[in-house]
């Protein structure tokens, strides 16, 4: 798909502005094309939390020269220690390079800085537009038209849709066969910034609370400190609700629990970023029909508890650019794509069995039998293995090239 300089670069939309759209736009403008960035939100979104980046991932970064600039904006995260009611240590992770990254990686980063450094790194030429989504989606063999809910309609060679879990154009293109199942784990997580205390170190500290929850708070690099509060039931809905009525159910659940749960609930009524989501696993029987292609969230979510998704959303951004850069078609670039990427994110989607609920317990008695395996897992020998386990990196295979047309 490489183009000669004379001839126009071939067009490309990309709808979404988090981490694989970003990181989409940076690769494919290397690979010559013509790039526009399409965000639903009206700016920039600066929110999220301590996302990491593991494995092929760094790779990746490293091809874009941001290693250093992450690094400099890690969150200093030493490790992760599970505490009990009262806050005392029942067992601690570090982050320890010798054995590869545990549950707190190498490279934890805010979602938002990442982002940030994702988009900067992107040369002028490409094209950003906010506060504007894609409501139809017509194609043929030449060309991808798509109609904007501000109105007008505009056509370009190729989409590519990385809108997240809940993305809407997917479900625009992807119909009857091709509809992804969307299979909910039937937990929420509810992340939010809150002002840092003197108690508050540099550890994420994780209190599992009976009835399946937990209250975790993680340092970050800008002066406040991270909330997350985690819950699992049945009941549907409660990411479609308003800021406020997230805020009074979360309230609700945690009313009864100790520790650093009433400040982080006070705290919560503050807090600008409040962000609950329904954590469900995104699984599309193909990622692509004709000239669009789906790409991060928006075709694979693995969750949080996958522990892999940013991962994932850098390593296909560029597989997916280095496919277009040496294919002779659009739909065979993408089959390579899907044929490179989807054994890795299976393994990724492919939870244990018993996950999460083995890790957020019912009953007290679950919360000690937890606690107790954590301590069982943190000795030597059980914790090089855990550790391995939870970088979800096996690929050892090589990166694609990518034909450079700059
Ligand atoms: C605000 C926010 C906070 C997050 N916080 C955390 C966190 O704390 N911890 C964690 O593990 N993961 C978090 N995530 C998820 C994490 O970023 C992803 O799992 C991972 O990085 C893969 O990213 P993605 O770019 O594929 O999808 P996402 O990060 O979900 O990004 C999708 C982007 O598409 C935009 N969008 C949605 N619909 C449309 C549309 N129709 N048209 C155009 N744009 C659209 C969204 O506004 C968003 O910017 C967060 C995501 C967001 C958006």
């Given at each position: 798909?490489?183009?000669?300089?004379?001839?126009?670069?071939?067009?490309?939309?990309?709808?979404?502005?988090?981490?694989?759209?970003?990181?989409?736009?940076?690769?494919?403008?290397?690979?010559?094309?013509?790039?526009?960035?399409?965000?639903?939100?009206?700016?920039?979104?600066?929110?999220?939390?301590?996302?990491?980046?593991?494995?092929?991932?760094?790779?990746?970064?490293?091809?874009?020269?941001?290693?250093?600039?992450?690094?400099?904006?890690?969150?200093?995260?030493?490790?992760?220690?599970?505490?009990?009611?009262?806050?005392?240590?029942?067992?601690?992770?570090?982050?320890?390079?010798?054995?590869?990254?545990?549950?707190?990686?190498?490279?934890?980063?805010?979602?938002?800085?990442?982002?940030?450094?994702?988009?900067?790194?992107?040369?002028?030429?490409?094209?950003?537009?906010?506060?504007?989504?894609?409501?139809?989606?017509?194609?043929?063999?030449?060309?991808?038209?798509?109609?904007?809910?501000?109105?007008?309609?505009?056509?370009?060679?190729?989409?590519?849709?990385?809108?997240?879990?809940?993305?809407?154009?997917?479900?625009?293109?992807?119909?009857?066969?091709?509809?992804?199942?969307?299979?909910?784990?039937?937990?929420?997580?509810?992340?939010?910034?809150?002002?840092?205390?003197?108690?508050?170190?540099?550890?994420?500290?994780?209190?599992?609370?009976?009835?399946?929850?937990?209250?975790?708070?993680?340092?970050?690099?800008?002066?406040?400190?991270?909330?997350?509060?985690?819950?699992?039931?049945?009941?549907?809905?409660?990411?479609?609700l308003s800021v406020d009525e997230q805020r009074a159910e979360?309230?609700?659940?945690?009313?009864?629990?100790?520790?650093?749960?009433?400040?982080?609930?006070?705290?919560?009524d503050?807090?600008?970023?409040l962000?609950?989501?329904?954590?469900?696993?995104?699984?599309?029987?193909?990622?692509?029909?004709?000239?669009?292609?789906?790409?991060?969230?928006?075709?694979?979510?693995?969750?949080?508890?996958?522990?892999?998704?940013?991962?994932?959303?850098?390593?296909?951004?560029?597989?997916?650019?280095?496919?277009?850069?040496?294919?002779?078609?659009?739909?065979?670039?993408?089959?390579?794509?899907?044929?490179?990427?989807?054994?890795?994110?299976?393994?990724?989607?492919?939870?244990?069995?018993?996950?999460?609920?083995?890790?957020?317990?019912?009953?007290?008695?679950?919360?000690?039998?937890?606690?107790?395996?954590?301590?069982?897992?943190?000795?030597?020998?059980?914790?090089?293995?855990?550790?391995?386990?939870?970088?979800?990196?096996?690929?050892?295979?090589?990166?694609?090239?990518?034909?450079?047309?700059?």
């Amino acid at each position: 798909m490489s183009t000669p300089a004379s001839t126009p670069r071939p067009r490309v939309l990309v709808t979404g502005a988090s981490v694989a759209g970003p990181a989409a736009a940076y690769w494919l403008d290397r690979a010559g094309y013509d790039v526009t960035v399409l965000e639903r939100a009206p700016e920039p979104r600066r929110g999220g939390q301590n996302i990491d980046v593991r494995g092929l991932a760094r790779d990746v970064l490293e091809r874009m020269d941001l290693l250093d600039a992450v690094r400099d904006v890690g969150t200093g995260e030493v490790g992760t220690r599970f505490v009990d009611a009262d806050g005392g240590t029942v067992s601690e992770f570090p982050t320890d390079d010798s054995t590869g990254d545990g549950p707190t990686a190498e490279l934890e980063i805010l979602r938002g800085e990442l982002a940030r450094l994702l988009r900067e790194a992107c040369p002028d030429r490409v094209t950003w537009r906010h506060g504007d989504h894609v409501v139809d989606v017509d194609q043929d063999d030449a060309s991808v038209t798509v109609s904007l809910e501000r109105g007008g309609s505009e056509s370009y060679d190729l989409l590519v849709v990385a809108e997240g879990p809940w993305s809407h154009t997917r479900g625009l293109v992807m119909t009857g066969d091709d509809e992804p199942d969307l299979e909910r784990l039937g937990m929420y997580c509810a992340w939010a910034t809150i002002p840092r205390t003197d108690d508050d170190d540099r550890w994420w500290r994780w209190m599992s609370v009976p009835g399946s929850r937990s209250v975790n708070l993680r340092p970050d690099n800008t002066g406040t400190t991270r909330a997350m509060l985690n819950f699992m039931t049945d009941e549907t809905g409660l990411r479609e609700l308003s800021v406020d009525e997230q805020r009074a159910e979360l309230r609700e659940r945690f009313a009864d629990v100790g520790w650093e749960a009433p400040r982080i609930l006070d705290a919560l009524d503050e807090a600008d970023d409040l962000y609950l989501d329904d954590l469900t696993q995104v699984r599309c029987p193909t990622w692509s029909r004709g000239r669009v292609v789906l790409l991060g969230d928006a075709a694979w979510c693995v969750t949080p508890i996958g522990g892999f998704g940013t991962s994932l959303a850098l390593i296909g951004a560029y597989v997916l650019a280095a496919e277009l850069s040496r294919a002779s078609s659009p739909e065979a670039a993408f089959a390579a794509y899907e044929e490179w990427l989807r054994p890795l994110v299976d393994d990724v989607q492919d939870l244990p069995p018993g996950t999460p609920r083995l890790a957020n317990p019912r009953s007290r008695l679950g919360v000690a039998l937890f606690n107790a395996g954590t301590r069982l897992a943190a000795t030597g020998p059980v914790r090089a293995l855990a550790s391995r386990l939870g970088s979800g990196s096996s690929s050892d295979r090589e990166l694609p090239d990518l034909v450079t047309d700059r």
